[in-house]
């Protein structure tokens, strides 16, 4: 099964990080990551209850780039999402219920990530995740505690099956995308659409979680076009 990892980034207040740790454990999980923590002291501990071990065990980072090494797939989880297709910066997006589908086939490290209470996940770091999810909410008060949205999202992929087959690493994935932003420039994409393309690039390789195999045959595929495209130039010259 996918080893699936609870980050929260930058929380505020240690309660709810107690409450974290004791609602991962409720149902099953126990991958706690902390980026820029408060101090964890009785508050966190009271809260957590009988999860004191995930409170204690949690890893500590200070970037979120320390998460990104180690994981296959990246989810932001978000309660602002985009209202158009034309920007991709927060679309897609699947409700807690869609994520088991999309990833319970699956070998490697999911990284669930969940925003600071006062603002959330910024668009930097959204952008640098695979796939979006947001909970669907009450438009009348749609701001949830983070604990009770990691509670959601835990309950929904409590108990999924084992995975059957292994995904790409994070550095293979990074490579595939260092390839494409390459050959955008061999066939002259416009600067000013790179940024959105790369991400929507991101969002459909990130929701098809792409194996080894996947990945060598794109690049294969954009070495070929490049090929090409070189001995078109050639000929013109």
């Not at 999980?29 to 009988?50: C, K, M, Q, V």
Request: aromatic residues 8%.
């Amino acid at each position: 099964m996918p080893e699936i990892e609870i980050v929260l980034c930058e929380p505020l207040y240690e309660g709810n990080i107690g409450f974290t740790a004791r609602v991962m454990k409720n149902f099953g999980f126990y991958n706690l990551t902390l980026i820029n923590p408060p101090p964890i002291g009785d508050e966190a501990i009271a809260r957590s209850s009988h999860a004191r071990d995930i409170l204690e065990n949690a890893r500590h980072v200070s970037s979120l780039d320390e998460v990104i090494k180690e994981s296959n797939i990246l989810i932001a989880t978000t309660g602002e999402v985009s209202k158009t297709v034309s920007n991709s910066m927060r679309m897609p997006y699947y409700a807690p219920s869609e994520l088991r589908d999309i990833i319970e086939n699956l070998n490697g490290r999911v990284s669930i990530l969940f925003g600071r209470e006062n603002w959330g996940l910024s668009n930097e770091e959204v952008a640098k995740c695979d796939i979006i999810c947001t909970i669907p909410a009450s438009h009348i008060y749609p701001i949830i505690n983070i604990s009770h949205a990691v509670g959601i999202i835990v309950y929904e992929l409590a108990n999924i099956k084992r995975g059957t087959y292994e995904l790409a690493s994070r550095t293979e994935m990074d490579a595939l995308y260092d390839h494409f932003n390459i050959f955008l420039d061999a066939i002259d994409h416009q600067e000013y659409k790179r940024e959105n393309t790369l991400i929507m690039l991101r969002r459909i390789f990130g929701r098809n979680a792409l194996t080894i195999r996947e990945v060598s045959t794109f690049h294969g595929l954009l070495r070929r076009a490049e090929n090409q495209i070189r001995g078109i130039t050639k000929d013109k010259e």
